[in-house]
């Protein structure tokens, strides 16, 4: 049997899933930097940011006719994937404190690039609406996320978080 060739559709999607997940890793070396100087434990949910973000982008999706409810369950996922990432690292962190960042970054900093990439994922959902639509949905992502894995740069911590981030991808059929 020949190797299949890629399915290109929805790669560029995926490959964004993950540029949104890799901002996690800051995300959580400021919260855990941040909880650190004040004597806290890190608190990884920001209910009222989330709030932000769901907003932002069912506006931003209406502008290109996508379904604000579908909108909204595809950001719950990708900022719960970007919690397992934090969650993770944290426990990490936790268990081997000389893993745990020293200089992070300032989350004003990183909240830009996650913004970008959160519109660059709806202008991806906007140009791929047909194939997340069909009823191979489920088999193009898969394909599409397995070939990220079998790129080497995706580590099992954020393979766990990109399965969670695609699973609200393909629109649950009635």
């Given amino acids: 049997m020949p190797p299949r060739a890629p399915d290109a559709s929805l790669a560029v999607l995926v490959a964004l899933l993950v540029a949104r997940l890799d901002t996690a890793d800051a995300v959580a070396a ?8 004040d004597g806290v434990r890190p608190t990884i949910d920001d209910p009222a940011r989330e709030a932000e973000v769901y907003d932002a982008m069912a506006r931003l999706g209406g502008a290109r006719a996508l379904s604000e409810s579908w909108l909204r369950q595809v950001f719950f996922g990708q900022i719960e994937a ?80 990109l399965v969670r981030a695609v699973a609200t991808l393909c629109p649950v059929r009635g």
């Fill in 82 to 161: 970007s919690k397992v990432v934090q969650r993770g690292l944290m426990m990490r962190w936790r268990f081997d404190p000389a893993q745990a960042p020293t200089r992070p970054p300032d989350l004003a900093a990183v909240r830009p690039m996650i913004d970008r990439v959160n519109i660059e994922i709806v202008d991806q959902l906007a140009a791929r609406r047909t194939e997340l639509v069909a009823v191979d949905c489920r088999q193009r992502l898969a394909r599409s996320v397995f070939d990220a894995f079998a790129s080497g740069r995706v580590d099992p911590l954020h393979r766990a978080a």
């Fill in 30 to 37: 400021a919260k855990w930097s941040s909880a650190r100087r």
